[in-house]
């Protein structure tokens, strides 16, 4: 069966200190994991330190894997020059952690859209201008926005949430394949969260975008997620399918907790006696998240689910 991503006993090491102090630091251990041809969004989850964003340095080309193979679409990934660069980024874009930094303070947002048009142009041809604006504009309408609401405008006059929404617009202009986003909601007040990433799952459906969402935050990542891999310390610790909470009634919520449906459906592939404590984990988040949506339905006071 044929993939859209693949990688194959992944490890990158990173070599730390001089000549006399040097020592090596492994950031991913043996990593392996795949996405399908068919849109899916999977959530890599993990503490700092944990190798998900160098797994995403490494899914983007930024650096390559010292050991194993990365996969896209069943070429392996290996960039050398300027046109490979280009190349690959029309079918794979990212989204980066904080909006702010990604943006050149000086530099008005409308331009960071227009130039990717132009030199990101699904046809192969340097659109005009006109039809630079009508690429943005249409890849804005998909983020909730339009064009006359961010032109002239420099990063600082808008939220958060909004220039989060404009770079998820940028990376939608060359019609990617993939969109890797890390930690994409981490610098988002709280509030806004929710709209990020409900606006994922209806990029993936209504364009048939595949995305790898990188989070630390296991309630999103198991509220939108087709499947999740958890990592500890640079290794693969659990894996499996996401899935929506259960619509089951508040008294059967407090009878079943060890067997609910928010338990149950989450079943690991292999999990070793060492990973016992994170899928214990696992179980009480997917059980308070069940919680907190069954308490909203049906009125109830939030602090029950706390």
Excluded: W
Excluded at 94 to 103: D, S, Y
Excluded at 172 to 196: C, G, K, N, Y
């Amino acid at each position: 069966m044929s993939a859209l991503l693949r990688l194959s006993h992944v490890t990158k090491v990173y070599r730390q200190g001089g000549m006399l102090g040097r020592r090596l630091i492994t950031a991913v251990k043996d990593v392996s994991f795949e996405l399908g041809e068919k849109p899916e969004i999977l959530s890599i989850v993990g503490e700092s330190g944990s190798g998900k964003s160098t797994i995403a340095a490494m899914i983007l080309g930024q650096t390559e894997p010292t050991e194993g193979e990365l996969q896209f679409s069943g070429r392996t990934v290996a960039i050398h020059s300027r046109s490979e660069r280009k190349a690959f980024m029309k079918e794979v874009q990212p989204v980066l952690q904080n909006p702010f930094e990604a943006f050149n303070p000086l530099k008005r947002v409308d331009r960071y859209l227009f130039e990717t048009a132009r030199n990101f142009s699904f046809s192969g041809k340097r659109p005009d201008r006109q039809q630079a604006e009508r690429m943005a504009d249409a890849a804005l309408v998909h983020v909730g926005l339009t064009t006359e609401e961010v032109k002239g405008r420099f990063p600082h006059e808008l939220s958060g949430g909004q220039l989060q929404r404009v770079a998820i617009a940028r990376a939608l202009i060359p019609q990617p394949r993939l969109l890797v986003a890390d930690e994409p909601v981490s610098m988002v007040d709280a509030s806004l969260r929710m709209a990020i990433v409900n606006l994922f799952g209806r990029l993936k459906n209504e364009l048939g975008l595949s995305i790898v969402y990188i989070t630390h935050d296991l309630a999103t990542a198991y509220y939108i997620s087709d499947n999740i891999i958890i990592m500890r310390k640079g290794e693969i610790v659990e894996r499996g399918q996401g899935a929506q909470c259960p619509g089951q009634s508040a008294a059967s919520l407090f009878a079943g907790a060890q067997g609910c449906g928010a338990c149950r459906r989450f079943q690991p592939s292999d999990v070793s006696a060492a990973t016992n404590r994170q899928l214990s984990f696992m179980r009480v988040v997917r059980f308070s998240v069940a919680l907190k949506k069954l308490c909203k339905d049906e009125g109830l006071s939030s602090t029950l689910a706390t």
